[in-house]
């Protein structure tokens, strides 16, 4: 038996943040990663719109690029101090992940984060908070999802914690918020978009209910992430953009993803490689590796008038300036012998990830090494 699950209700399109004032509800704490949505002013009116709801509010920020298990705690015991019957997270995909998981620590207290980790191992929710996730970026689709990637910091692996408890209650789907975001992050959370979509598509368990919305989302990202990447203003591409990131994420919440995700994870722990750029990189290896498993790369190819859709993956990353290769990545300090070092290690990592489970065919530990290697100098 299947099963298809998103949050209970969905604001999308201008002025979806007013969804706020028809909370009902005593406090929220609000979670951020902090200085842009206080910049541009999301997080006063944010609390603005609780309070015209009856709705106390406190907020806490600095929520991590690629958020810890001690940020995580912390955020969990600000909650047990407050109180709050409503959590609202607002920001990019590392806010709403680590709200996810305070909200989890919060409700269970005695609860470890090792407790946690294996699939399906989450005690219920929604005992003392509903979740509400507002997202700044058009790319993780975290205020779909029943997923949260948590970084251990000690061990440098980044966790993908699997739980339909987490699917947030409210999601809320506002333009204005991923308008404000800088070019590069734009293009880099956009293709994690296409990550997200072309991962549920080929998906072991993909379905009936998930692939239209797979397919629909890689259709608006190829069609509008160059416009948004380089006319940030552009609403209309903006919203189509945001709604990719929702469609994709709905698709890939219920059927799981696969080897781009759990490479691009653990590499990200070694290195701090952003997460999607480290899937913009990796995705057009990965197709060529996982074509050999499944035909329905063809459909997509067909669908949109492809011959090829490694070569317009590619092309797309360079119209993006995101680099080819890992060896030409500049954001963060990757020589080669470090990578060597790692790279058994990094790739039995990868392979044990739970998005594994999903990929296409039977990849082995060796092919995910060959994948990385290829991935880093571009053979």
Known sequence: MNSFKIPESIYFGENAMDALKSLSGQKAVIVTGGSSMKKFGFIEQTQKYLAEAGIESIVFDGVEPNPSVQT???GAQAML???PDWIIAI??????????IMWCFYEHPSL?????????????????????????????????????VITDLENHIKYPIVSAHIVPDVAIIDPALPAKMPA??????????????LEALVSKVANDYTDPLAIRAIK???????????QGDDMSARDNMHNASTLAGMAFSNVSLGLVHSLAHKIGGEFGVTHGLANAILMPYIIEYNKQATEKYAEVERYLGFSNIETELRALNQKLDIPLTFKDVTEVDMPEAQFLEVLDRMSQNAFDDPCTLTNPGTPSVADVKEIYRRAYYGA
């Open 81 to 83: 101090d407050f109180g």
């Open 112 to 148: 470890t984060f090792e407790d946690i980790i294996p699939v399906g191992s989450m005690p219920a929710l929604r005992n003392k908070a509903k979740f509400v996730a507002i997202p700044s970026t058009s790319g993780t689709a975290s205020e779909i999802t029943a997923f949260s």
């Open 220 to 230: 608006l990202v190829f069609e509008n992430i160059e416009t948004a990447y380089k």
């Open 72 to 74: 995580v705690q912390k």
């Open 91 to 100: 920001g990019g995909g590392s806010a709403l992940d680590a709200a996810k």
């Open 184 to 197: 590069h992050i734009t293009a880099n959370t956009g293709m994690d978009v296409m990550a997200h979509a």
